[in-house]
């Protein structure tokens, strides 16, 4: 009963290792011109971040999506997306410390 469990424990994380990011090319290729924050988001999930600015009655923002392999941003005007990238997520080296 208990190499049952540990084998059932054992196939959910590898279940869920499997699913990964949503931040891949399938969802990726999936956005297109026209399409609202709102439907990009039901595809990608929450953006880690957002900006945004109005001018004489014309709306600008962009979306980011991180993870530790991928990074998409999407561009908006007046709310429907404009144009996308995605890219690899740049690593972050640790500062290093001067030598005296």
Do not use: Y
């Amino acid at each position: 009963m208990r190499v049952h469990r540990s084998l059932g424990v054992a196939i959910l994380l590898l279940c869920l290792a499997a699913c990964g990011s949503r931040l891949n090319q399938e969802n990726f290729d999936k956005i297109h011109e026209g399409m609202s924050p709102k439907e990009v988001q039901e595809i990608l999930g929450a953006p880690a971040n957002t900006e945004g600015r109005s001018f004489l009655g014309l709306s600008s923002g962009e979306a980011v999506w991180k993870d530790d392999k991928a990074t998409i941003t999407v561009h908006f005007l007046n709310d429907k997306v404009v144009s996308k990238r995605m890219a690899p997520t740049e690593k972050k080296e640790p500062p290093r410390k001067a030598e005296n």
